[in-house]
């Protein structure tokens, strides 16, 4: 059985994706199946009063309101406390998975858990208060539905499968009691269970050992009986709507049976069966079929619609997700081709003779350029909104809200003008995205350049107009005349209407377009050009963050944050700081701030995200230790696993064994051909660091490679002197591979940077190299190895498409085959992994992080 889960396991990532795409094609056919009725419920809605479709949208408030209460008491029952706002989410989560789940009601209770994970409540007691939700759901039912069934029987109404119906339901509910006390008392249904999944016991002792409280459990039975009466009075309101009088006693067994019905329907939240059932009850209270049908209709889209759309607006509007920052700019690039392709269509001529009665012709034909102009510059902006600039936002704003006008303004588009308002509305809804300021002040020398070759375009435009000869234009412009020619210039209004008569004139009003787009174009880079700091920081910085550094230093990477490629943020208090370096418009930030303490750290985070946002920067922090990954959740941000690190505990490593006997092989080969290890303290002379130098390069030039920095180090002389290195040489003292050991500033651990060697090196030169540090570190006092970090390793249970991406590119890209060798390299030496995280801000950054992070640690400008 293990080795079966084990497979299972494995293969984990292709059966999330089978079932995702399953997921797909189930929606696919749900919404052409739904097709027709969607047509129905718009013409229902059209026909229906307005005050009582309000109410009956109030219903539905209440009853999502009364769904989570009961998953609230759910968990009240099993003694855990959720949030009524964490409980919407699941509710409206869980039933949109509902639909296309077979047997939805039941299945998605097992979904969506992972936030009410992370508030602490265990997996078995959210089972378990899922599991009393879903049972009192149907009890309910039952408790309604039987005398509905006496009822409709009696004054011979019945549908005719009721009791067949209600004994499934009981069947199952009888079904249930017997699973749930077996399990209880540990009987048969236990037994079987915990064959094959041994875990199972322990969850079973953590429930049958918790609290359980009899008054929640009957509380959350009274809401669900509240959500009966909801869906009663649901029925009642869409009779109400549609202009029929309605009775509480049709609009009960209206409900009821269908609902029953539904209750027993294993696929898609009971699709047709719930409009048949329905429409035959209300046909034997006076309704015609036309009136049922219109009925059903709109009482669907209370029931099952409305809730539909709240939990699909749930998953697109969560916080941080991706379609807050993809879908404004592609709509805004959709209203620039709108626009244009609105003016190159014929206006509608009976829509412009009522629009010529309110405004002016010349009103018309300048909203017809405009919305021409608008549509271009909507398409630039659409790229700038991309990179979250703030004033790209406020651009967009401003056209999209001209163009809504231009649009009523030219002919009465009120299509094109309600895209535009469209637009606005969801600028307004996701204005926090956008963050990023660019070089915006006034006094900014590129700011203000611009400002002033747009201003003597204006003038020079102005003043051709005015004092040109007559007959260029056959008109003496007037000063108010030649101000508006220059302006319709400046955003390439049509020349005809000028009416140049002479090549010169012609020339003239080109000249002031081409000058107008270019100023224009110039304000609009100079607008949206992100600061760029200074690449790095001066000696007297560097200087303060070696003695942060120092006091309160506790990574294994910290040698890396005072290096030469990096530039420094201090906190204002000066008693922390941030390492970090610059890339498309990213702060990159080596794992995460040096201060004394966590309130340190929080205040230069806070200090840290002010300087960013006001610098044109996002920032992300690389190699976030796990055990840190809660404080940055803390500041609202997000994680991302990138691999683990390995740590060699050296007290108890041994060459001994049958597990090392590769190790021993290859040391014994290593000394039969005359090959020794050494040990050089710093300082290091001159000569021995070009014998280093040799040997590096070679490796870099045999394996193709190039230095990497940020957080590892690079060739540096300087700073190789001050290391102690080991090396492997021949009997001639030729050093065929070396490695350097740096600072490290973890209690009791030793670490290393390079390791190099030429490539006619022999073969287990590494682990020469490794085992003679391991005996270094333990005659110097260590404990533990610090063999590093290996990207993209450890992640065998992705838990969402990042990691689940990430797991894919380490299994089966081979370009990332190499980062697999590493990990068994140090698989030898019998590791313990620590997780490493990188930790970002929103969802969309991890579309631009990686290239980031490849500049960073590509840049040359520090070698």
């Not at 293990?2 to 797909?24: D, T, V």
């Not at 209880?184 to 918790?210: H, W």
């Not at 998953?315 to 993809?326: D, E, I, P, S």
């Not at 992300?620 to 404080?631: E, I, S």
Request: glycine content about 6%.
């Amino acid at each position: 059985m293990e080795k079966i889960k084990i497979y299972l396991r494995q293969r984990h990532y292709y059966a999330k994706e089978i079932i995702g795409f399953l997921f797909i094609l189930m929606g696919i056919y749900f919404l052409r199946q739904q097709r027709d009725e969607l047509i129905r419920v718009k013409d229902s809605i059209f026909h229906s009063n307005p005050f009582w479709l309000l109410i009956g949208v109030g219903l539905v408030v209440i009853y999502i309101t009364v769904q989570s209460l009961m998953y609230v008491f759910s968990f009240r029952t099993v003694g855990e406390k959720v949030f009524l706002k964490q409980a919407i989410i699941l509710f409206l989560k869980r039933n949109l998975a509902s639909v296309f789940l077979p047997g939805g009601g039941i299945t998605s209770l097992a979904l969506f858990n992972k936030e009410i994970e992370k508030s602490g409540v265990s997996k078995g007691k959210i089972h378990l208060a899922s599991y009393i939700y879903g049972v009192i759901g149907i009890v309910t039912v039952v408790i309604l539905v039987i005398p509905v069934i006496i009822f409709t029987g009696l004054s011979g109404k019945s549908v005719g499968s009721e009791w067949e119906e209600v004994g499934g339901l009981v069947v199952l509910l009888l079904l249930l009691t017997y699973i749930s006390v077996s399990i209880y008392k540990r009987g048969a249904v236990f037994r079987l269970i915990n064959r094959f999944f041994p875990a199972f016991s322990a969850t079973v002792t953590e429930i049958t050992q918790g609290t359980f409280s009899k008054k929640d459990l009957l509380i959350t039975l009274l809401l669900s009986c509240c959500i009966e009466c909801i869906g009663i009075s649901h029925l009642y309101v869409a009779t109400r709507a549609l202009g029929f009088e309605g009775s509480l006693l049709s609009a009960t067994v209206g409900y009821a049976i269908p609902t029953l019905f539904l209750c027993l329907s294993p696929f898609m939240r009971g699709l047709g069966a719930v409009e048949i059932s329905m429409v035959y009850v209300l046909s034997g209270y006076g309704y015609n079929q036309t009136e049922g049908l219109s009925i059903t209709f709109l009482y669907r889209l209370f029931e099952f619609w409305l809730p539909l759309v709240a939990g699909l607006l749930m998953f697109l509007f969560k916080k941080g997700n991706l379609f807050f920052r993809v879908f404004p700019p592609v709509l805004l690039f959709m209203l620039g081709i709108v626009n244009v392709l609105s003016i190159l269509t014929p206006a509608i001529s009976s829509r412009v003779h009522v629009l010529l009665q309110f405004i002016p012709a010349e009103t018309i034909y300048f909203s017809n350029h405009m919305i021409l102009f608008l549509g271009f510059l909507l398409m630039v902006c659409s790229a700038l909104l991309f990179k979250g600039f703030k004033n790209a936002w406020y651009m967009a704003m401003v056209l999209s809200v001209l163009s809504f006008i231009g649009h009523l303004t030219k002919a009465i588009d009120y299509e094109e003008a309600s895209f535009a308002l469209f637009s606005v509305i969801t600028l307004a809804i996701t204005y926090k995205q956008y963050y990023i300021k660019g070089k915006n002040t006034i006094n900014d020398t590129s700011i203000a350049t611009a400002l002033l070759v747009l201003m003597a375009v204006l003038a020079y435009g102005t003043m051709g107009f005015y004092f040109l000869q007559v007959h260029h234009f056959n008109n003496d412009f007037s000063l108010r005349e030649s101000i508006t020619n220059t302006l319709s210039c400046l955003v390439l209004m049509d020349p005809v209407h000028l009416a140049p008569r002479t090549e010169f004139a012609r020339l003239f009003v080109y000249s002031i377009n081409f000058l107008g787009i270019a100023a224009i174009a110039y304000l609009c880079y100079t607008l949206f050009q992100p600061f760029k700091p200074a690449a790095y920081s001066d000696k007297e910085e560097r200087v303060l963050a070696k003695k942060l550094l120092d006091a309160h230093g506790i990574s294994a990477v910290d040698y890396f944050k005072i290096a030469k490629d990096k530039r420094f943020f201090f906190s204002r208090a000066g008693d922390a700081f941030i390492a970090y370096k610059v890339a498309n418009s990213f702060a990159v930030v080596l794992d995460e701030p040096v201060g004394a303490n966590d309130e340190t750290s929080n205040r230069i985070l806070e200090e840290f995200d002010e300087f960013c946002a006001d610098n044109s920067l996002n920032s992300c922090f690389y190699r976030v230790d796990q055990d840190r990954v809660v404080f940055f959740e803390k500041a609202g941000k997000k994680a991302l696993p990138i691999g683990q690190e390995a740590i060699v505990n050296l007290s108890q490593f041994s060459l001994e064994g049958k597990g090392h006997k590769s190790l021993r092989n290859a040391m014994n080969s290593i000394q039969k051909k005359g090959f020794h290890t050494a040990i050089y303290p710093s300082p290091l002379n001159d000569g021995l660091v070009m014998k280093l130098r040799l040997v590096s390069d070679n490796w870099l030039k045999f394996n193709n490679r190039e230095e990497f920095t940020f957080s590892q180090g690079w060739f540096d002389d300087d700073e190789l002197k001050q290391c102690t290195i080991i090396s492997l040489e021949n009997e001639d003292g030729q050093i065929v591979a070396f490695l350097n050991i740096i600072p490290d500033n973890v209690k009791n651990e030793i670490t290393y940077d390079l390791i190099r060697r030429t490539e006619d090196a022999p073969g287990g030169n590494m682990d020469s190299l490794i085992v003679a540090l391991i005996l270094y570190g333990r005659e110097n006092g260590y404990t533990h190895l610090n063999m590093g970090l290996v990207p993209f390793s450890g992640i065998d249970a992705p838990e969402n498409i990042s990691q689940r991406t990430i797991r894919f590119a380490y299994e089966k890209l081979p370009a990332f085959k190499h980062y697999k060798g590493l990990r068994e390299f140090k698989e030898k030496y019998e590791p313990e992994w620590h997780n490493k995280y990188l930790v970002y801000s929103n969802y969309y950054d991890l579309l631009q992080i990686p290239q980031a992070l490849n500049k960073v640690m590509r840049s040359k400008d520090s070698l």
